[in-house]
T-cell receptor, first 115, second 109 residues
Framework: NAGVTQTPKFRVLKTGQSMTLLCAQD?????MYWYRQDPGMGLRLIHY???????AKGEVPDGYNVSRLKKQNFLLGLESAAPSQTSVYFC??????????????FGDGTRLSIL | KNEVEQSPQNLTAQEGEFITINCSYS?????LHWLQQHPGGGIVSLFM???GKKKHGRLIATINIQEKHSSLHITASHPRDSAVYIC???????????FGTGTRLQVFP
């Protein structure tokens, strides 16, 4: 059981380049999330999805787009990378749906550097 | 002021010591999560609680909803407990978590 898998694990981009981060989960979870983690700050929510075909903005959505065409996959896109987007990106998933929520299962992270 | 505050930010301990990490929050919540992030970066969910106390092995998590405070205790600490411990709360009425900045724990032999 793989859980939550993120690809790639590391990437270096030049300013202005675009790329897509892939998150895949095999637990049949409804909810999926993309976070970024920066030094001295807590994890911050970029975008999330409460089911196939749905997406919603989180706390820091600017400069990112997402898609959830299949239930098991949640893609995070950077259209024109900026140095401020240098960060570690985490994907997570959960069953969701209840008022109290469910534990979130995290991927191992993607370390992204923008030069 | 952050909506989720953890203390201390850094903690060192000798193997075998009893560890307490605190989390205070300022919003109405439906649940509180404790997470562990290892030096390699992976994040694991330890507990999710909305009242009372939960125990798993040497880890104990408590929450006081009235005081908006939670504690994570580690009994008989071990070097393998060295990690960053993160508190996160689910704001009532939303599907989103708000995260603290974490407590870095180092346990020395």
């Amino acid at each position: 059981n793989a859980g939550v898998t993120q690809t790639p694990k590391f990437r270096v981009l030049k300013t202005g380049q675009s790329m897509t981060l892939l998150c895949a989960q095999d637990m049949n979870h409804e909810y999926m999330y993309w976070y970024r983690q920066d030094p001295g700050m807590g994890l911050r929510l970029i975008h999330y999805s409460v089911g196939e075909g749905t997406t919603a903005k989180g706390e820091v959505p600017d400069g990112y787009n997402v898609s959830r065409l299949k239930k098991q996959n949640f893609l995070l896109g950077l259209e024109s990378a900026a140095p401020s987007q240098t960060s570690v990106y985490f994907c997570a998933s959960s069953y969701g749906g209840e008022p109290s929520g469910q534990p979130q299962h995290f991927g191992d992270g993607t370390r992204l550097s923008i030069l | 002021k952050n909506e989720v505050e953890q203390s201390p930010q850094n903690l060192t301990a000798q193997e075998g010591e009893f560890i307490t990490i605190n989390c205070s929050y300022s919003v109405g919540i439906s649940a509180l999560h404790w997470l562990q992030q290892h030096p390699g970066g992976g994040i694991v969910s330890l507990f999710m609680l909305s009242s009372g106390k939960k125990k798993h092995g040497r880890l104990i998590a408590t929450i006081n909803i009235q005081e908006k405070h939670s504690s994570l205790h580690i009994t008989a600490s071990h070097p393998r407990d060295s990690a960053v411990y993160i508190c996160a709360v689910k704001r009532r009425g939303t599907d989103k978590l708000i995260f603290g900045t974490g407590t870095r724990l180092q346990v020395f032999p």
